[in-house]
């Protein structure tokens, strides 16, 4: 089946730097990406989302760029805090028996360093 | 406004028992999708239901079942379980079906021995 897949289980980022945190897909008819934030011990939260129909869209210190001609998505984190630490999840929105169904990838932890 | 609950966190059973998971949507959404969770994997979809029906279903065995009821609240089951099955179960609702943000709960941590 289809797969969303993430480039680096773990990142380490010096706390003031930019964080990139890249994805996969595998599915040229995904319509809808979205990016999680997940805290342990909490469940994931909603960070930023983009259509297939866009290539960048930008939210509060975060960016997120869709390349569909290598089906790659990643995203920007400016100025990464201590409270950026977390496992940031992509899913991409994919067709699958007469409907569509959110696949997500493995999750990158993503760590600050002081 | 209150977000989703999941009844109970946590969760201790042995082999071969069955559980039932509870959930709460935020207030005025209808739907409620139910993930599974286990260390290095990604979530895992179990179902989707909105407005009672179950719209969607991912590739778990027959043992995990749910249903919705008219309040929007959800419950998951799974019977006869197994060492496998121990995860953080994940439920979010989102207003409508489909492609939408989903809210998470914070998830029914279930230990099976």
């Known amino acids: 089946g289809e797969s969303v897949g993430l480039h680096l289980p773990t990142l380490s980022v010096q706390e003031g730097d930019n964080s990139i945190i890249n994805c996969a897909y595998s599915n040229s008819a995904s319509d809808y990406f979205i990016w999680y934030k997940q805290e342990s011990g909490k469940g994931p939260q909603f960070i930023i989302d983009?259509?297939?129909n866009m290539d960048k869209r930008q939210g509060q210190r975060v960016t997120v760029l869709l390349n569909k001609t290598v089906k790659h998505l990643s995203l920007q984190i400016a100025a990464t805090q201590p409270g950026d630490s977390a496992v940031y999840f992509c899913a991409e929105n994919t067709p699958l028996d007469s409907n569509y169904q959110l696949i997500w990838g493995a999750g990158t932890k993503l760590i600050i360093k002081p | 406004k209150a977000g989703v609950t999941q009844t109970p966190r946590y969760l201790i059973k042995t082999r071969g028992q069955q559980v039932t998971l509870s959930c709460s949507p935020i207030?005025?959404?209808?739907?409620v999708s139910w993930y599974q969770q286990t260390p290095g994997q990604g979530l895992q979809f179990l179902f989707e239901?909105?407005?009672?029906?179950?719209?969607n279903k991912g590739n778990f065995p027959g043992r995990f079942s749910g249903r919705q009821f008219s309040n929007s609240r959800s419950e998951m089951n799974v019977s006869t379980l197994e060492l496998g099955d121990s995860a953080l179960y994940l439920c979010?609702?989102?207003?409508?079906?489909?492609?939408?943000?989903?809210?998470f709960g914070p998830g029914t941590r279930l230990t099976v021995l």
């Open positions: 207030s005025g959404h209808r739907s």
């Open positions: 239901y909105f407005s009672e029906t179950q719209r």
């Open positions: 983009i259509r297939s």
């Open positions: 979010a609702s989102s207003r409508t079906s489909g492609t939408n943000e989903q809210f």
